[in-house]
């Protein structure tokens, strides 16, 4: 299985930036995926999740209301949709998926937030 992302980038503060997550591999059996965030000395945080079959999702608090995630399962992709973007969400953004019982992590996409 392997998970890649894509659509990270240097954005100005208020903008918006659309990640993707593409899962291949062996994925009939993809519980959930979530985005997870990692900036400079800080500890790798929880973003949003979505269960893949009901589509439930969670955010952190820090971002509901300006961030969306969502998935098209046909594609097995999942997409989060960053809108109003502050320099504090300045992070590498990684992909997790839970597929077959297993942890994956995909390689990480750079988000700057800088005017």
């Known amino acids: 299985v392997q998970l890649v992302e894509s659509g990270g980038g240097l954005v100005q503060p208020g903008g918006s930036l659309r990640l993707s997550c593409a899962a291949s591999?062996?994925?009939?059996?993809?519980?959930?995926m979530s985005w997870h965030r990692q900036a400079p000395e800080k500890e790798r945080e929880l973003v949003a999740g979505?269960?893949?079959?009901?589509?439930?999702?969670n955010y952190a608090d820090s971002v509901k209301g300006r961030f969306t995630i969502s998935r098209d399962n046909s594609k097995n992709t999942v997409y989060l949709q960053m809108n109003s973007l502050k320099p504090e969400d300045t992070a590498v953004y990684y992909c997790?998926?839970?597929?077959?019982?297993?942890?994956?992590w995909g390689q990480g996409t750079q988000v700057t937030v800088s005017s």
């Open positions: 591999g062996f994925t009939r059996s993809i519980y959930a």
């Open positions: 979505i269960k893949i079959g009901s589509g439930t999702t």
């Open positions: 997790k998926g839970v597929i077959g019982g297993l942890v994956y």
